[in-house]
Every structure is written in structure tokens, then in C-alpha cells.
């Protein structure tokens, strides 16, 4: 899960870093800015943790019965 963190930090930084869509802006002029960029960052870490995880379950060799 820690490379899931490490990706949702560095894509969250990406997007605030070079405005896209005009991210930074909206959450730089808005009062809850801070809570919108937490809510990301935390929707990212779910996205990638789960994806580490799936990648991690198919990996595993199969059992011959």
C-alpha cells in the first residue's frame, strides 16, 4: 500500500504542480480548498492501493489440484 501512497502523492503533486484543468486554481481560490486536495489525494491512495492489491492476488501462482 505504500507504493499506492507514494503513486497518489506524486500524481496529486502533478496535477496541482502543472494546473491541469485548472485544478490549483479552483482549490487556491476556494475556502475548503485544502479538504478538496485531501479528498484526491485520498481517492488516488484508494485507486492505487486497490490496484496493488488486485496486481498482488493475480500474480500468485496457481495451486495445481
Avoid: C, H
Avoid at 503513486?7 to 494546473?19: K, N, Y
Amino acid at each position: 500500500m505504500a507504493v499506492g501512497f507514494a503513486l497518489a502523492l506524486t500524481v496529486s503533486g502533478l496535477i496541482v504542480a502543472t494546473d491541469f484543468a485548472g485544478l490549483w486554481s479552483l482549490v487556491n481560490r476556494s475556502e475548503t480548498g485544502l479538504i478538496a486536495f485531501a479528498a484526491m489525494t485520498f481517492l488516488f491512495f484508494v485507486t492505487f492501493a486497490g490496484a496493488q492489491v488486485a496486481f498482488a492476488i493475480l500474480s500468485m501462482p496457481d495451486k495445481d489440484d
